[in-house]
């Protein structure tokens, strides 16, 4: 038979089970948010730990709170770090209160066992106290949105290193493919050759943008509210622990985090949020225009463009034998499409601040790291299970080329705009090759002919 303790809040009391490092109020959001059934992210759980001991540090060398407290409730920070308790982080990752559940969450495992550290028993808050010295110089409104951007800054780190990977794959490809010609496309009518190398280096550069975004973000975001507690005014904060917290989470978390110059526009205003947001969904959009471009591209493989192969995963039916599908620039375009939701909430979430504080960003932070997370996960299949095992169908690219009306472009300079169109028309309407029609009417010497429709001089 399970047994419980009582605690107390300012609502009454309720039993929470004895051997829970989490307390009263961390049971009351369980119940009261049962909203996503996903707990909170584990990277922010790290980054409010780590915040959290960056407090405890702080307050004890300003002597806000006694030196054994703070070292207590320190050592418990590292032991959850290194991955223990982690079990008693219950509350929705969507929730009320704009962060209070996991802020209290944290106090709340963090107290119970720096007092079974001090030799205390679990619920004796007599010893550690969840607001009086877990929360010590703290609130909600400055801890929640600073644990959120150590925590955003880390995943926009991690995916940038995956698409430095897929940046480099998309490169490997183009020097493989330098020498295989294509016919370019505009508005899905043939164009002017273009080779295979000249695409995928487009599609490097393209990434090569999004990581230079990304890393701009990750110092955008490295700026907090720290020390200005519940409205930036610094209420109940020491002037020494306002000064000293920065540095010290520096130190802990390996970061460079600096404190804002305005904590009452850095508690209020959420648009930097949104500004990282915006540059995940371009991202993701780049990403799934490729992988438009992919599918197109190896459509067929009889009735398509079937100008390249992709890898195949898996079967692409239950009623048509053979039929292979291009299942992940299909799902790198889900991805994209859920980030682009993602995105659309962050705004609203961000736009809905009333006044001295931003009650939703919890949902703000579920969007981002789903985005995030996806977006990194996306990006590593994206790499290993497609673009590293594409291959060409030369001949049939080479052909495209031959039978192509669209390289008569490269006849404007020595026959005229008119000129050229009148021939594109003939052999569209005669299903014949420009070259044959060029040779045909002697339009231009013979000896030339080859040397202009060269798809390697148009490129």
Do not use: W
Request: net charge neutral; glycine share 6%.
């Amino acid at each position: 038979m399970e047994k419980f303790r009582i605690e107390h809040d300012s609502i009454g009391e309720k039993e929470v089970p004895i051997d829970a490092y989490y307390g009263v109020q961390s049971l009351r959001a369980q119940e009261n948010f049962k909203i996503s059934g996903k707990k909170v992210h584990p990277e922010f759980i790290k980054a409010i730990v780590e915040v959290k001991k960056a407090a405890a540090i702080a307050n004890g060398e300003a002597n806000a709170i006694d030196k054994k407290i703070a070292n207590a409730m320190s050592q418990a920070c590292d032991e959850i770090l290194s991955g223990k308790l982690l079990k008693h982080f219950i509350v929705d990752a969507i929730q009320g209160g704009a962060g209070t559940s996991l802020n209290m969450n944290a106090n709340e495992v963090i107290s119970n066992r720096a007092i079974e550290i001090l030799g205390g028993e679990k619920g004796d808050y007599s010893i550690v106290h969840p607001n009086d010295h877990a929360n010590c110089g703290q609130s909600t409104n400055d801890v929640f949105p600073s644990a959120g951007k150590i925590a955003t800054i880390r995943m926009l780190r991690r995916t940038v290193q995956k698409l430095e990977k897929l940046r480099d794959a998309l490169l490997k490809k183009s020097r493989e493919f330098k020498d295989v010609i294509k016919m370019g496309r505009t508005e899905m009518q043939d164009a002017v050759p273009i080779s295979f190398g000249q695409s995928f280096k487009a599609y490097a550069t393209a990434l090569s943008r999004d990581i230079s975004r990304f890393e701009k973000a990750s110092v955008e975001l490295s700026v907090l509210n720290m020390g200005g507690t519940a409205i930036g005014t610094k209420i109940t904060a020491s002037s020494r622990y306002v000064k000293n917290i920065l540095p010290t989470l520096c130190e802990i978390t390996g970061l460079q985090l600096t404190q804002a110059d305005d904590l009452i526009d850095a508690t209020q205003n959420l648009d930097g949020f949104v500004y990282v947001s915006g540059i995940v969904k371009a991202c993701a959009t780049s990403l799934s225009k490729i992988a438009n471009d992919l599918r197109l591209m190896s459509s067929g493989p009889r009735a398509g463009f079937a100008e390249i192969n992709l890898p195949a995963k898996q079967n692409g039916s239950s009623i048509m034998p053979g039929k292979i599908n291009p299942v992940i620039p299909e799902v790198v375009n889900q991805i994209a499409f859920n980030i682009i939701g993602n995105d659309a909430t962050i705004t609203l979430a961000a736009e809905a601040g009333q006044l001295e504080l931003n009650a939703f960003e919890p949902i703000i932070f579920y969007c981002l790291f789903e985005s995030l997370e996806t977006l990194a996960n996306g990006v590593d299949v994206f790499r290993k299970d497609c673009i590293e095992g594409i291959t060409v169908n030369l001949d049939n690219c080479k052909d495209e080329v031959e039978k192509s009306i669209g390289i008569v472009t490269a006849l404007c300079p020595h026959i005229g705009y008119t000129k050229a169109s009148q021939l594109a028309k003939r052999a569209l309407n005669e299903n014949r090759n420009v070259r044959e029609i060029l040779l045909e009417e002697k339009i231009v010497p013979e000896e030339h002919v080859n040397k202009i429709l060269d798809p390697k001089k148009m490129i």
